[in-house]
């Protein structure tokens, strides 16, 4: 069955369509999925790559998005998908660019949380901080991890304090 033939999925068309209309706050958050993403390939995609290849999965018909499912959440799972395959390889290695001097070195900041979380094994703090990337409440990303408090809580201070040794934060609460 085609997404344009599943009464359960948008159409090709639909997409197409959603993607122009798209307001600049998704934009950014996809923006932000593909950079956590990205550095968990470790070099094998830039995040535009990564983004164009959801984009494209998507209109090719190779993935359908469901209408139980925002735009954001379907491309930030096709992006999941395929940084978590191409994870797999050995790929060579990327350093993000500079962050734009308009975005107060946010992306810059998220890649190195994401580098050090990566090298720690801490599949948990790259779970809640791309839940942050999507635009997520904290009780929604609990939710969708199906974190107890206390444990949301200690992946939080864990968070803030990689923040503050690599000087990403400034000890700012993020809860």
Same mark, same amino acid.
């Given at each position: 069955?085609?997404?344009?033939?599943?009464?359960?999925?948008?159409? +090709?068309?639909?997409?197409?369509?959603?993607?122009? /209309?798209?307001?600049?706050?998704?934009?950014?958050?996809?923006? @932000?999925?593909?950079?956590?993403? =990205?550095?968990?390939? @470790?070099?094998?995609?830039?995040?535009?790559?990564?983004?164009?290849? /959801? +984009?494209?999965?998507?209109?090719?018909?190779?993935?359908?998005?469901?209408?139980?499912?925002?735009? +954001?959440?379907?491309?930030?799972?096709?992006?999941?998908?395929? =940084?978590?395959?191409?994870?797999? @390889?050995?790929?060579?290695?990327? =350093?993000?660019?500079? =962050?734009?001097?308009?975005?107060?070195?946010?992306?810059?900041? +998220?890649?190195? !949380?994401?580098?050090?979380?990566?090298?720690?094994?801490?599949?948990? /703090?790259?779970?809640?901080?791309?839940?942050?990337?999507?635009? @997520?409440?904290?009780?929604?990303?609990?939710?969708? !991890?199906?974190?107890?408090?206390?444990?949301?809580?200690?992946?939080?201070?864990?968070?803030?304090?990689?923040?503050?040794?690599?000087?990403?934060?400034?000890?700012?609460?993020?809860?």
């Amino acid at each position: 069955m085609t997404p344009d033939d599943d009464p359960c999925a948008f159409s +090709v068309l639909d997409f197409k369509r959603a993607l122009e /209309a798209a307001s600049d706050a998704d934009l950014a958050r996809l923006e @932000k999925i593909a950079w956590i993403l =990205a550095a968990k390939t @470790k070099g094998a995609m830039t995040p535009t790559d990564l983004l164009n290849k /959801a +984009v494209l999965r998507t209109l090719d018909g190779k993935r359908t998005w469901r209408r139980s499912v925002s735009l +954001v959440q379907h491309l930030g799972g096709v992006m999941r998908s395929i =940084a978590f395959h191409d994870k797999a @390889k050995d790929p060579p290695e990327w =350093a993000p660019p500079e =962050a734009d001097p308009d975005n107060e070195d946010a992306p810059g900041a +998220v890649a190195l !949380l994401v580098q050090h979380f990566e090298e720690k094994n801490d599949d948990d /703090a790259l779970l809640v901080l791309e839940g942050y990337a999507e635009g @997520k409440e904290a009780d929604e990303i609990r939710d969708d !991890l199906d974190l107890e408090q206390t444990r949301y809580e200690t992946i939080m201070k864990s968070i803030r304090r990689a923040g503050e040794r690599l000087g990403v934060s400034k000890g700012r609460k993020t809860r």
